[in-house]
């Protein structure tokens, strides 16, 4: 019996540890996660013409093609990724370049190292039928049909208010995720102050995409524009170890997106560089394509955040509206 009892104890004891070890490791201290995204916000036919956006959107792909291919060998939070703003970034290359060339970012697209939205364009929704919201969206559609790929992400960016309704047509044309900089600029709203930096944008049908939207705290740092991640080691910094984000952002895995801002052009290396660099036993900086983030916050937070359905109105498109009239 004493045996027994003995064998009966070490299985108990044993069966123990082991449940101790299959505890989720969300139990434990993970590596804070923060996932920088490049981009270069298309101000389209603002600073240059038709054929000049061309030349670059093209350009710049190819660039960001190859920095993929060339940083394919090392670990895959450092390897290089680009977002788009607009799918008129691919419509262009596949309508000025050769079909094996647009096969080649098609295979980026798929594997996600190059990542399109399913917006054209920067565009001015307060002004905009929903009509034209819908069709604004065709292109990309009708990509990932033909293609068998899958665009979850669309963006309304740099104008500082937005409509209420347009969470249900993004969501019923099957976005999942948006995420917002604005501008700050020739604006008479109060847009510097969030009370919510990330929640469920609902439409009044119930239907919502999960909306990164960070109030812009600081004057020297650019989380909560449209170039949240230029200079990268300034925003790693800001994410990491501001007390005013950590208040509005209690969570490990943070975010900035956007470096080009304004300019037609824009190549960097940077962001894979400061993965490599910023990167410790207490944090993993990841180049991202942005699906990435929210993909890791929501199965880890997204019951934290809170639904929220509103509008914010309209301003630049009356602005709009009242030079057309003239």
Known sequence: MTSLRAIILSLVISCGVTALLVVPSRAFAD?????????DHTDYMWAADRTQYRTAFISMLDYYM???????????????????????????????????????????????????PLNT?????????AEAVLRSM?????????????????????????????????????????WRGVCGCATKTVWDNRPRDIYHYTGPDGASVCMKWNSHRSSTVNVGSYGEANPPTRAV????????????????????????????????????NASQRLSNSNRRVIVSNEADFFQDFLSHYGAQIPHFSGSFGNEWELYLRRRWVR
């Not at 590596?31 to 981009?39: E, F, S, T, V």
């Open 66 to 116: 190859s920095q993929a291919e060339a940083t394919a060998g090392l670990p895959a939070d450092s390897r290089g990724r680009f977002n788009c703003d607009g799918s008129l970034w691919v419509w262009e290359y596949e309508h000025n370049t050769t079909p094996a060339e647009f096969q080649r970012l098609v295979g980026h697209l798929r594997s996600g190292d190059i990542s399109m």
């Open 138 to 178: 065709y292109y990309a559609g009708r990509l990932e049909r033909r293609e068998g790929l899958r665009f979850p992400l669309a963006v309304a960016m740099e104008n500082q208010t937005l409509p209420g309704g347009l969470a249900s047509l993004w969501a019923g044309a099957g976005a999942l995720y948006s």
């Open 31 to 39: 590596p804070k996660r923060i996932y920088l995204a490049n981009d």
């Open 121 to 129: 364009a920067v565009l001015c929704y307060g002004g905009m039928p």
């Open 237 to 272: 910094d800001y994410l990491d170890h501001d007390p005013g984000f950590a208040a509005a952002w209690p969570w490990d895995v943070t975010a900035a997106f956007g470096f080009g801002r304004d300019e037609i052009s824009t190549t960097t290396d940077s962001i894979v």
